[in-house]
């Protein structure tokens, strides 16, 4: 299919390259021209503004935002409200509050433009690998896309259907999945962040844990000089935690085990905060999801090694920077 992808960072770019491998004709647009020149020499269309790209789009047309969220993404489909016409698709492939996807699909629904948001987890490595995704909006409109959900989802691969699902039981088999009517599908991502956070907290938590066993601490007959990057890949092997986040650990560790790289200042990034708010709001307990959070914000004014850890996770798969140090005082 035609697709416009607006939006060229880590992961635009990939998700623009990944459809073109797919045989798929991909038109892109960033206010940075660089990285659009790097993909029309692998078989891109770059426009100059956003209004370029949409008018060069044959209808239906289906415009695929990759921005942060908040205003660059508010202000992207606002733009895209007056660009589009009756019957096109803008979508939404951020990592926006849920509330928002409502409102949005609500404005544009009065132009007759559909409006899809999607839950993008992959990272860096969703190039090759594949990205999950999760739908939310007009089910038509993800009839329609579901060429590029295809070419972006990972496939079923060497995964088998979970025992008692039975084969073809649904695309999320395939990794992709229409959740529900607008939101559903950021708020099904914001609740698969907020767990990510625990499970990286628990990880990370672990492994200080085993490098305090070495303290002063610690009564000399029970000290352990553990190899921390060693046992990270023995547990990837045959273990109940193994996992891709401590596959992220354990390159993490392999290529500074002291990780004295990294600072240990973990940012979050919303989705976080916003699944505890949804708890609340639900009055459902989430203590583990909420003790990580507050773990993010403490380690902005002390860093321990769990937090170095979790610093380190956080750029191996997605590439992420650290948190700015905080001004005291």
């Keep these: ?28 647009y960033d206010r940075d021209p660089t990285p659009a020149r790097a993909l029309e020499r692998e078989g891109a269309v770059a426009a100059a503004s ?41 979508v939404d492939g951020g990592n926006s509050w849920f509330k928002d996807d409502v409102r949005r699909a609500r404005r544009l629904a009065a132009r007759g433009i559909r409006y899809l948001d999607v839950g993008t987890s ?12 999760m739908v939310g909006g007009d089910a038509d409109a993800f009839r329609l896309l579901e060429p ?4 972006l989802a990972p496939g079923r691969g060497a995964v088998e259907p979970t ?32 767990i990510e956070y625990g499970l990286m907290q628990a990880l990370a938590e672990g ?19 553990l190899d921390l990057a060693g046992i990270a890949e023995v547990w990837r092997r045959g273990s109940v935690v193994s996992s891709w986040l401590l596959d992220l650990s354990a390159a993490a560790l392999a290529e500074d085990p002291a990780l004295a790289g ?7 990034s919303g989705e976080g905060r916003w699944t505890v708010q949804a708890a609340v709001e639900e009055g459902v307990p989430a203590p583990v999801i909420s003790a990580a959070l507050y773990a993010r914000f403490r ?24 948190a700015p140090p905080q001004r005291k005082g």
């Design 1 to 28: 299919m035609e697709l416009g992808m607006v939006g060229l960072g880590r992961m635009g770019a990939n998700m623009a390259r990944r459809l073109l491998r797919a045989g798929h004709r991909i038109l892109t």
């Design 50 to 90: 956003l209004r370029e790209l949409v008018g060069r789009l044959a209808p239906p047309r289906a415009v695929w935002l990759m921005l942060p969220a908040g205003a660059p993404t508010e202000e992207a489909v606002a733009a895209l409200g007056d660009l589009l016409e009756r019957g096109d698709v803008a």
């Design 122 to 133: 992959g990272g860096v490595w969703g190039l090759e690998r594949g990205y999950s995704l």
């Design 148 to 151: 590029a959900l295809r070419a």
């Design 163 to 194: 025992p008692g699902r039975g084969p073809g039981a649904s695309t999320a088999e395939e990794g992709y999945l229409h959740c529900g009517p607008s939101g559903a599908g950021h708020f099904v991502k914001m609740v698969h962040n907020g």
């Design 207 to 225: 492994f200080d844990v085993l490098r305090g066993a070495a303290g002063p601490a610690v009564p000399e007959e029970h000290r352990y000089d």
């Design 262 to 268: 990294y600072t240990g200042r973990v940012p979050d």
């Design 299 to 322: 380690s902005r004014a002390d860093a321990p090694f769990g937090e170095r850890l979790l610093s380190a996770m956080r750029r191996q798969f997605g590439g992420h920077a650290e």
